[in-house]
């Protein structure tokens, strides 16, 4: 009786195992090929609440959600000083609190370098959740990478929620596909965005904010989910007549988010 060569036994033998080890059998082993594009965004495509999202994160999402993922520390730096690298190391001014307290309240001590710096990490959550109104629209962005290695970035802001109640909220999404892939899949990738967030390429109405999806390529595939709120904003009353102010003082002047 004729015999295999041993390499062919060896190789029938790992991909046996292969398939009775993982669910999707032999799939794990060889390539697919939208395998790529799809780990760029996965299949969660949109929450429960109908807003886009990307795998880690959707837009609308709070603060619990946020505290899953796994940011890069937050980065700040002075346009005097570029040796400050990070957020928690900017040297804030009395005056520079001042000028944060005319546009966020509620307990900001622990926060102003965050919010003086619009930016956040994982331990930023926790000062921003005492922050509780914002009296003039301003983001602030923070950074993590994703499984495939592809650069995010987070913007997040105080909406209202009800009369008189702001939360913070995931109102921006920044994906980046590193160049490194071929044309071939940066045109896969292209198809199966347009594909997965279609709805959205017109922006959407979802209770009182606007989704939208948008993908541009500078050197390399970028795409950007964001949410716009569109309901009513009547002044809170703990913004006084500061409503839409927004300091150029030294707030501005001192300090820019350094984003690698």
């Known amino acids: 009786m004729h015999r295999l060569p ?38 969660k495509a949109f929450s429960e609440t109908g807003l886009p999202c990307v795998p880690e994160v959707c837009l609308g999402d709070g603060m619990r959600r946020l505290s899953a993922v796994r940011w890069n520390k ?13 957020a928690t190391d900017l ?11 005319r546009v966020f309240k509620g307990n900001t001590s622990a926060a102003v370098p965050y919010l003086i710096a619009r930016t956040f990490d994982g ?3 926790a000062p921003l959740s005492a922050v509780t ?9 923070g950074q993590f990478t994703a499984t495939d290695g592809d650069p995010t970035t987070v913007g997040i802001a105080l909406l209202p929620r009800a009369p008189e109640v702001q939360e ?21 990738l292209r198809q ?4 997965t967030y279609a709805r959205w390429e017109s922006p959407r109405l979802s209770g009182d904010v606007l989704a939208s ?15 716009r709120y569109v309901g009513d904003s009547p002044l809170h009353p703990a913004c006084g007549q500061e409503q839409g102010s927004h300091p150029s003082g030294p707030l501005h002047q001192a300090y820019v988010v350094v984003i690698p």
């Open 6 to 43: 041993s390499v062919v036994w060896t190789l029938a033998v790992t991909l046996f195992a292969a398939t009775i080890s993982h669910p999707a059998g032999i799939q794990k082993l060889v390539p697919v090929a939208n395998q790529a594009s799809q780990n760029h965004f996965g299949s």
């Open 74 to 86: 937050a980065k700040g730096g002075s346009l005097f000083d570029p040796t400050v690298s990070y």
């Open 123 to 125: 331990d930023a959550l």
């Open 168 to 188: 913070w909220v995931v109102v921006e999404i920044t994906r980046e596909i590193p160049a490194a892939i071929s044309l071939e899949e940066m045109n896969a």
């Open 133 to 141: 109104v914002a009296c003039a629209a301003d983001k602030l962005y």
């Open 213 to 227: 999806f948008t993908m541009y390529t500078v050197n390399h595939l970028f795409f950007t989910l964001a949410l």
């Open 91 to 101: 040297n804030v001014s009395e005056a520079q609190v001042k000028a944060i307290g």
């Open 192 to 195: 199966e965005l347009r594909s």
